[in-house]
């Protein structure tokens, strides 16, 4: 690794519900375009599935969503499933899942410079810059940033200015239009990447668990190995469809008590 690339742990947070080759597509192409840029060696991928809290339709339980997700990335030398966030009691903002990892990150780097670690560990040497995290998400998730009540304006600060987005185009949506419309986002900016799939693939979760509940083929949109889990387990039922029915997301009810403003505020 060259020493003067940042070294970069790309965090993707979500229901993963189940995991898709999406998912994992997304990992790849933000780690080419990061290196693209010249300043940063990416060293690690994380997928962190939501905890059952979050209170999301159709939402498996937290264990099943983990063992799809380590199932299918088997065959990934870089990106790993932690279960951090899945094992909370309650559900946890973004930005304290980000923050927990930041913290793990580099107490991981300070034990390695320590050891005066060889080439062959994620963080090369001693002297190497001080590993950043960002997290990944598609282009939908900056669209999120404007539905009332989502978010509270300090977290989206804290998650644009002191980690950052690396953000992949899907579908029809514009990040860049998000951006522009965002004070937030366009004030930093530069701490948004934002990633152009020109090969394009709009395979979702959601369209998955309703093939899965008409016994329709789900097969070359999610690893052989996801799809027998979720027959041996008999996910993605009618039944299953209906957990959390009439529920509301759990951070409109968190964060119904906080103030919150426009981002545009």
């Known amino acids: 690794m060259a020493s003067c690339r940042v070294p970069l742990v790309l965090l993707a947070c979500g229901s993963f519900n189940p995991i898709t080759n999406q998912h994992m597509r997304l990992f790849e192409l933000a780690r080419d375009h990061m290196h693209s840029t010249g300043r940063f060696e990416v060293v690690g991928g994380i997928v962190s599935p939501v905890s059952d809290g979050y209170g999301k339709q159709g939402l498996v339980p937290a264990k099943h969503r983990i063992s799809m997700a380590k199932l299918a990335l088997q065959s990934s030398n870089w990106v790993t499933v932690d279960e951090w966030e899945s094992q909370q009691p309650d559900w946890?903002?973004?930005?304290?899942?980000?923050?927990?990892?930041?913290?793990?990150?580099?107490?991981?780097?300070?034990?390695?410079?320590?050891?005066?670690?060889?080439?062959?560990?994620?963080?090369?040497?001693?002297?190497?810059?001080?590993?950043?995290?960002?997290?990944?998400?598609?282009?939908?998730?900056?669209?999120?940033?404007?539905?009332?009540?989502?978010?509270?304006?300090?977290?989206?600060?804290?998650?644009?200015?002191?980690?950052?987005?690396?953000?992949?185009?899907?579908?029809?949506?514009?990040?860049?239009?998000?951006?522009?419309?965002?004070?937030?986002?366009?004030?930093?900016?530069?701490?948004?990447?934002?990633?152009?799939?020109?090969?394009?693939?709009?395979?979702?979760?959601?369209?998955?668990?309703?093939?899965?509940?008409?016994?329709?083929?789900?097969k070359y949109l999610i690893p052989d190995s996801v799809i027998e889990y979720i027959h041996q387990h008999e996910l993605y039922t009618e039944d299953s469809e209906r957990r959390n029915e009439g529920t509301a997301l759990r951070p409109l009810i968190k964060q119904a008590h906080q103030p919150i403003k426009s981002l545009d505020d």
């Open 92 to 218: 946890t903002e973004t930005v304290v899942t980000m923050r927990y990892h930041h913290g793990r990150i580099l107490k991981e780097y300070e034990q390695s410079a320590g050891r005066h670690s060889d080439a062959s560990e994620k963080f090369a040497s001693p002297s190497s810059p001080f590993p950043q995290l960002k997290l990944l998400c598609g282009a939908d998730f900056l669209s999120s940033f404007k539905i009332p009540g989502l978010w509270l304006d300090d977290h989206v600060e804290e998650l644009v200015q002191r980690f950052g987005l690396v953000c992949v185009s899907r579908g029809s949506l514009q990040p860049e239009r998000a951006v522009h419309e965002s004070d937030t986002l366009f004030r930093h900016r530069r701490n948004v990447f934002l990633v152009r799939e020109w090969v394009r693939n709009e395979t979702s979760a959601t369209e998955i668990r309703r093939a899965l509940r008409r016994d329709q083929s789900v």
